[in-house]
T-cell receptor, first 114, second 114 residues
Framework: ELKVEQNPLFLSMQEGKNYTIYCNYS?????LYWYRQDPGKSLESLFV?????AVKQEGRLMASLDTKARLSTLHITAAVHDLSATYFC??????????????FGQGTILTVHP | NAGVMQNPRHLVRRRGQEARLRCSPM?????VYWYRQLPEEGLKFMVY????????ESGMPKERFSAEFPKEGPSILRIQQVVRGDSAAYFC????????????FGPGTRLLVL
């Protein structure tokens, strides 16, 4: 059974600081997704990483994928309050014929303080 | 292009009643996925459907739960004889093709069983 683990689960940051959220998964997959969820809201797609070594950046967020280590990172640069949310990574878990059955991590609750 | 639509957004049921949750995918999307999010947890895959076909229902409880995606109309997730443990947020996602595209999530239906 595919397991996806994120750490930390809770992250309290000061504005302006940098930090990284880690996402480890237990079986081979070359498709990894990062989503953001605000309280009581739906999930917003942030990044889709489709190959080993993929790196994508949007604003203060940068995501990378190492399929050999089964690890993805979400790096936050110079955090601002608007980034406060829960961040989920998800791995496509259908195996050789990936078809979008996503297994989610537990989520990382990020709070950015002034 | 309207996003994924779900209704109702909030649903209150008493134990033993039936809950019917509806999902209209984005225009042009023929793949629908249902996920359940229990309080303070990540999302768990329930079922993957294409028009008139259930592709994977491995995450669906064996009893009381069923899903369909008819040729015409929205996808329906049906929960019979609800129990308090069914209280959760139920999210629907859609994609145009399986695996190569990100999934776009609807706003969710928050079910409360009294």
């Amino acid at each position: 059974e595919l397991k996806v683990e994120q750490n930390p689960l809770f992250l309290s940051m000061q504005e302006g600081k940098n930090y990284t959220i880690y996402c480890n998964y237990s079986t081979t997959s070359d498709r990894l997704y990062w989503y953001r969820q605000d309280p009581g809201k739906s999930l917003e797609s942030l990044f889709v990483l489709l190959s080993n070594g993929a790196v994508k950046q949007e604003g203060r967020l940068m995501a990378s994928l190492d399929t050999k280590a089964r690890l993805s990172t979400l790096h936050i640069t110079a955090a601002v309050h608007d980034l406060s949310a829960t961040y989920f990574c998800a791995v496509d878990s259908a195996g050789g014929t990936s078809y979008g059955k996503l297994t989610f991590g537990q989520g990382t609750i990020l709070t950015v303080h002034p | 292009n309207a996003g994924v639509m779900q209704n109702p957004r909030h649903l209150v049921r008493r134990r033993g009643q039936e809950a019917r949750l509806r999902c209209s995918p984005m225009k042009g999307h023929s793949h629908v996925y249902w996920y359940r999010q229990l309080p303070e947890e990540g999302l768990k895959f329930m079922v993957y459907l294409q028009k008139e076909n259930i592709i994977d229902e491995s995450g669906m409880p064996k009893e009381r739960f069923s899903a369909e995606f008819p040729k015409e109309g929205p996808s329906i997730l049906r929960i019979q004889q609800v129990v308090r443990g069914d209280s959760a947020a139920y999210f629907c996602a859609s994609s145009p093709e399986a695996g190569d595209e990100t999934q776009y999530f609807g706003p969710g239906t928050r079910l409360l069983v009294l």
